[in-house]
């Protein structure tokens, strides 16, 4: 089990993050609302020229959203900086030849999937797939449960149980899968945080030479962390969304640091001491 430290210098070691992966919602902001500091950090990385990505599980929406979202507050991002589940999932899909499924999704992401080249079936499907569905009705549910029923893999596209919110946590992929296995007896397979696969794209998005110098920032610790744990990276929980009630002592995912939100973290990058970077 790794150890809390107090400083993302100490994190990992001697090694200081060269590279960072944030998640979003609970993260860099809650619903419409940029949280305090975010964008400054961002600036800060930015002016030091420290890679860095958003990765998020929330697979309501197609990447293209969270590139405006993030550009309407400030923050100006490529699409090659902003990691989904649903990037994940279907690139998951297709590797296994999985190209005809059954997605519990919104339209706007059913249409992600299908330019990407996953096709959503409703009469015979290879697969079922479950994302963050806030279009989800009994009809959906119905036929996703069939399907299940009848054998077909099943997949999700992350386990999260809530959606942080402005007036309070919301039912999520992990909430409706539940609701699933009480009625089918079956589990997805989970392609979002904390996977291999989100972690690989992670990886592959920010081209950072050593996974230990990659610190990833979010607010949850059963994917956040957990996914830093398992996969090498530095883990940063930052208490203003899921985790703010939670004590990380009595996870088995425990982070390397954890600050109050996302000024905390710039003070602590500006108050480290560090060797240039090469």
Not at 91 to 115: D, K, N
Not at 196 to 201: D, G, I, L, P, V
């Amino acid at each position: 089990m790794h150890s809390q430290r107090t400083s993302v210098s100490e994190a990992a070691g001697a090694s200081i993050a060269e590279a960072f992966a944030f998640d979003l919602d609970g993260t860099i902001y809650l619903g419409d609302q940029l949280l305090p500091g975010a964008g400054e950090l961002m600036l800060y990385l930015r002016s030091k020229r420290l890679p860095h990505v958003f990765a998020t599980n929330n697979s309501s929406r197609p990447v293209g959203h969270y590139v405006e979202k993030l550009g309407a507050m400030g923050i100006m991002v490529s699409h090659e900086q902003v990691v989904t589940s649903n990037e994940v999932a279907a690139a998951y899909l297709l590797q296994r030849g999985l190209a005809s499924v059954y997605i519990v999704g919104t339209p706007e992401v059913v249409a992600e999937y299908g330019r990407a080249g996953v096709a959503h079936e409703a009469g015979d499907p290879q697969a079922v797939l479950l994302t963050y569905d806030t279009t989800l009705t009994y009809e959906k549910l119905a036929q996703a449960n069939a399907f299940l029923l009848s054998g077909l893999p099943y997949f999700a596209t992350h386990p999260d149980l809530v959606c942080p919110g402005p007036a309070g946590p919301l039912p999520d992929c992990g909430a409706f899968a539940a609701l699933l296995e009480a009625s089918s007896g079956r589990l997805p397979v989970n392609l979002g945080k904390p996977s291999r696969s989100m972690a690989e794209a992670i990886r592959s998005r920010l081209r950072c030479r050593d996974d230990e110098r990659v610190a990833f920032v979010g607010d949850r610790l059963y994917t956040d962390v957990r996914m830093a744990n398992e996969h090498g990276f530095q883990a940063i929980l930052t208490l203003t969304g899921e985790a703010s009630g939670a004590d990380p002592s009595m996870s088995e995912a425990v982070p390397d640091l954890v600050v109050l939100g996302m000024e905390d973290l710039l003070s602590r990058l500006l108050a480290r001491t560090e060797a240039p970077l090469p």
